[in-house]
């Protein structure tokens, strides 16, 4: 059974899509990650144009993200205020972002330069989660538990504009953190991901806040910040697809729920080890496209009027 | 499944025109093609009669020729070269109102000669083997030089050709009692919408006999059509409906499979 896309302007097959949307959404409810890293190229490979993919992630990624972020609500594990700070950030970050998106559609690189972003982004990925958990794995074996620092002092409590963030139990200046939230803003207009994979590591290096409150923060930024990409792209690039999008929440929010309480049951760090080699995998496919020479070395698109 | 038949009669009888010996009877299962929510391509037939004068000479050779062209639409070409072991987008031609779909079948192979006397084909080729470009409009940018050209040419064939919306065939016409025939023609689902255009072509002896056309649309209908055009006259809109569904399904997703987990 199909189903037509009307702004992709194809049809695909509609289990294809349930069963992406789910498998995406198992892996983020299980490691507590947006997925857009692995949706966009996974749209992209099945076909769907790079533009829409990008954009329609984007969309998929504010469901997910909020079904997230309302468990650590209730926990009050979200800072407010230093989401609000990193979105100041985020707004203008997007704005460019979209703006490089629709300049590099129109000289016709965009195919390239996704190709490329994403090659680096999974590879970084990968590796380091690959690393992480088999430092776990080993660390395991051997019986040891690992201590880590709460509190990082570096550069960032050292620029003016410092702010008290009580939740984060923190007084650092604000340019950090926006600077932070502008970079996301262009790479999740441009990938169509949220960047909680930069932005958690970013919060807790950079700015040095406490990890249990990294996440529902960072998710509660990633609300706003794929909600904008979305308006931003449904107005500049008209590349939302309302249907696909349908499809792909619906089956990633039942992936993402199902994923959480798997999480509870199994152990993490073999899991992770092997999403960090499925995420190895796309990379390579990713490059292999870039670095082989290609059976069709020409590419046709239409160009559509814009009304 | 025949939705609508229209079968149009071009000529009857050739008693009233003497030099004219057949008569050609065409339609079609579809006047119009939707794009629904189900659609997944579709296939067209094409159908049709021919009569023949009994004073034609026997050893007359009769072929069918039919011709689809879609809506005109332009095109950006692009050329990868490699760059330091990557392939990257180089050269671009921009081919201006060239059609969204072309479908040509016959019932014998045809020559480059007759389709090119008869103007017939997607783009004629000269006898010299040059390709006439003042048929095509183009944005060359850069690009010079004759060989250069024709390889845009060519290729722009051929990916359209990929994608299932360029076809020459010569097997696809049934001839069914000598003068019937009928053709289904493959209709992939990433055709542009618009109007199509199926002409018909009675070849005796290699000479165009008879011509006949109509058209047909390929239309979005139903939640397809509303979806695209809300999302073209009101983008803003658009979007905000967008994320308001998103927010709705996270939400209550979360707030389902809470109550899940506490029994």
Partial sequence: ?307 | MIKQLIILFYFLTGMLTPTISFALVIGSDQEEIYIDANFSGEELLVFGAFYSDPSQSRDSKSDILIEVVGPPEDVALRKKDSYFGFWLNSKSVIFRDVPGFYYLSSTSELTDEFLINNQIGLLEKKKSEMIDWSLLTTDWGSIINEKEKEEFYNALIRTKQNDSLYKQVSDEIEIIDGNLFRSYIDIPNTVPVGEYTVNLHLIIDNQVSQEYSYNFMVTRVGIEEAIYSFSKNYPFFYGLISLIIAIIIGWSGAEIFKRFRRI
């Fill in chain 1, 1 to 307: 059974m199909s189903i037509y896309l009307p702004i992709a302007e194809l049809s695909v097959n509609i289990f294809l899509l349930l069963s992406l949307g789910g498998v995406v959404g198992f892996l983020s409810g299980m490691f507590g990650l947006g997925g857009g890293f692995l949706m966009t190229p996974l749209l992209i490979f099945i076909g769907i144009p790079t533009n829409v993919a990008v954009a329609t992630s984007a969309n998929q990624i504010v469901a997910s993200s909020i079904s997230g972020t309302l468990g650590h609500w209730r926990q009050g594990l979200v800072d407010f205020k230093m989401g609000g700070v990193l979105l100041i950030g985020a707004f203008f970050g997007s704005i460019l972002g979209v703006w490089i998106f629709s300049r590099l559609v129109a000289i016709g690189q965009i195919d390239t330069v996704i190709s490329i972003l994403y090659f680096a982004l999974l590879t970084g990925i990968g590796l380091s989660m690959l690393i992480e958990s088999s430092k776990v794995i080993r660390d395991r074996i051997r019986r040891k538990s690992v201590k880590r620092k709460i509190h990082y002092h570096n550069w960032a409590h050292r620029l003016p504009f410092k702010v008290r963030f009580y939740k984060s139990k923190l007084y650092i200046s604000v340019i950090p953190p926006i600077i932070i939230g502008f970079v996301i803003g262009i790479l999740s207009a441009t990938m169509g991901i949220g960047g909680a994979f930069i932005l958690i590591p970013a919060m807790i290096y950079f700015l040095g806040m406490p990890t249990s409150k990294v996440i529902g923060t960072s998710l509660f930024q990633i609300i706003f910040i794929t909600a904008l990409v979305t308006i931003l792209h449904a107005t500049t690039t008209f590349a939302v697809d309302a249907v696909l999008a349908f499809f792909l929440i619906l089956s990633s929010v039942i992936g993402a729920q199902v994923g959480v309480l798997a999480a509870n049951k199994l152990r993490g760090e073999e899991i992770r080890a092997l999403l960090a080699i499925i995420v190895l995998g796309v990379a390579t496919k990713i490059a292999l496209d870039l670095l082989v020479e290609p059976n069709e070395i020409f590419n046709l698109s239409v160009i559509r009027l814009v009304f």
